[in-house]
């Protein structure tokens, strides 16, 4: 359930701005998951989310990568938990995911900050991910299986 959770709330902040814990339960709760105060205060500093000023003075929770260490656990454990299979056309790289779980799952290979990754495109169990070129493609699904093989 944590997981669960947690992978929903990386989802919501990467789709919308979310400036209060509030406003964050009220998201949660629309998508079936009944959160108290306490629990979005701790997944928000397990996923070491921060906020970051937006336009109109506004704020918003995003997570900033860890710079230590580029690949970042939450998102790493986001990734694993969350990918089923994957696939290559050309040099675009489609990553099955359980159901739910694409949003999650893709903005933790964004995450990743991969120079040969154009772009990714999530929908509810399925990423593309484009790639430069194919070759790139190969390299980035030999490191993404090792990440998931750890």
Do not use: W
């Not at 938990?81 to 994957?86: A, Q, R, V």
């Not at 099955?96 to 290979?109: E, P, S, W």
């Not at 169990?125 to 699904?141: L, S």
């Amino acid at each position: 359930m944590k997981i669960e959770r947690q992978s929903k709330i990386l989802q919501l902040i990467s789709k919308y701005d979310i400036e209060t814990q509030d406003e964050l339960a009220k998201r949660l709760t629309d998508e079936g998951l009944i959160v108290t105060q306490a629990t979005i205060s701790r997944d928000i500093r397990e996923l070491k989310l921060t906020k970051i000023s937006i336009a109109n003075g506004k704020q918003k929770y995003v997570v900033l990568p860890n710079q230590e260490n580029k690949l970042n656990e939450k998102f790493i454990r986001v990734f694993r938990n969350g990918f089923s299979s994957m696939d290559r056309a050309e040099n675009l790289i489609i990553i099955k995911t359980l159901n739910g779980m694409a949003m999650a799952v893709g903005a933790a290979i964004d995450s990743l900050n991969y120079d040969e990754i154009v772009g990714t495109i999530a929908g509810d169990d399925t990423i593309f991910c484009a790639v430069r070129t194919q070759k790139d493609a190969i390299d980035i699904m030999e490191k993404l299986n090792k990440i998931i093989h750890v």
